[in-house]
């Protein structure tokens, strides 16, 4: 793999994979479960998933915070798996407690492991920065076409909102896995913080699968 990036990045790989599982599981999501929500508790969900990064955000621009949750991102990520794990429980007894519940990891950690992720980015991708993030929204693109196409000519065995939650956490899950691949300590840059980088989803603003996952 070179280091500026090439076809099957890690990063360019997990955007195909975020935007598949997207364009595969959002329409199932909304039909099964935010139709049946009251207009009020989706708002609430939407609050948090909007608070949480604004807040993470501000406290990763503290230099010693920063430093400090990068270098236990990996356990950053099993904390998030975890708790969507308990939210696939949730899933099995209580509709809104799980859309909550769901939108709360997004917000907080899922906001979290994307903020951490630009050290990487800004370590390994130093050059041509431009034509990788183009490569990774590409690869977005393409994995929510080929998620829509299925959805669109019904291949789901989709039934119930468990079975929802339980893809998400996969996803989650397959996602992680791959950045836990290229996770290093990486060496800070002078005169700039990483937590100054561009947002990765700036070329294309598409959140994970499901509120719950990465």
Same mark, same amino acid.
């Given at each position: 793999?070179?280091?500026? !990036?090439a076809?099957? *990045?890690?990063?360019?790989v997990?955007?195909?994979?975020?935007?598949?599982?997207?364009?595969?599981?959002? $329409?199932?999501?909304?039909?099964?479960?935010?139709?049946?929500? *009251?207009?009020?508790?989706?708002?609430?969900?939407?609050?948090?998933?909007?608070?949480? $990064?604004?807040?993470?955000?501000?406290?990763?621009?503290?230099?010693?915070?920063?430093?400090?949750?990068?270098?236990?991102?990996?356990?950053?990520?099993?904390?998030?798996?975890?708790?969507?794990?308990?939210?696939?429980?949730?899933?099995?007894? /209580?509709?809104?407690?799980?859309?909550?519940?769901?939108?709360?990891?997004?917000?907080?950690?899922?906001?979290?492991?994307?903020?951490?992720?630009?050290?990487?980015?800004?370590?390994?991708?130093?050059?041509?920065?431009?034509?990788? /993030?183009?490569?990774?929204?590409?690869? /977005?693109?393409?994995?929510?076409?080929? !998620?829509?196409?299925?959805?669109?000519?019904?291949?789901?065995?989709?039934? /119930?909102?468990?079975?929802?939650?339980?893809? !998400?956490?996969?996803?989650?899950?397959?996602?992680?896995?791959?950045?836990?691949?290229?996770?290093?300590?990486?060496?800070?840059?002078?005169?700039?913080?990483?937590?100054e980088?561009?947002?990765?989803?700036? $070329?294309i603003?598409?959140? *994970?699968?499901?509120?719950?996952?990465?």
């Open positions: 793999m070179k280091k500026n !990036g076809l099957f *990045d890690v990063f360019v997990s955007g195909f994979i975020t935007g598949f599982f997207y364009g595969f599981l959002n $329409p199932v999501y909304v039909s099964m479960v935010l139709a049946r929500l *009251d207009s009020r508790i989706v708002a609430a969900g939407c609050f948090m998933s909007s608070a949480f $990064p604004v807040l993470i955000g501000a406290m990763l621009g503290n230099r010693k915070v920063f430093r400090r949750l990068f270098s236990i991102l990996p356990a950053v990520m099993l904390a998030e798996l975890a708790a969507a794990l308990a939210a696939v429980i949730v899933a099995a007894f /209580d509709l809104v407690a799980y859309y909550l519940v769901s939108m709360l990891i997004f917000g907080a950690f899922s906001s979290c492991v994307v903020y951490l992720l630009q050290k990487i980015k800004e370590t390994r991708y130093r050059r041509s920065r431009a034509a990788f /993030d183009r490569r990774c929204a590409m690869a /977005d693109g393409i994995g929510l076409l080929a !998620g829509s196409v299925l959805s669109i000519i019904g291949v789901s065995l989709l039934r /119930d909102t468990l079975a929802v939650a339980i893809l !998400g956490f996969l996803q989650t899950a397959v996602v992680y896995g791959c950045f836990l691949l290229l996770y290093r300590k990486a060496p800070e840059r002078r005169g700039r913080r990483a937590a980088e561009p947002h990765p989803c700036a $070329p603003m598409i959140p *994970d699968a499901l509120p719950c996952a990465a």
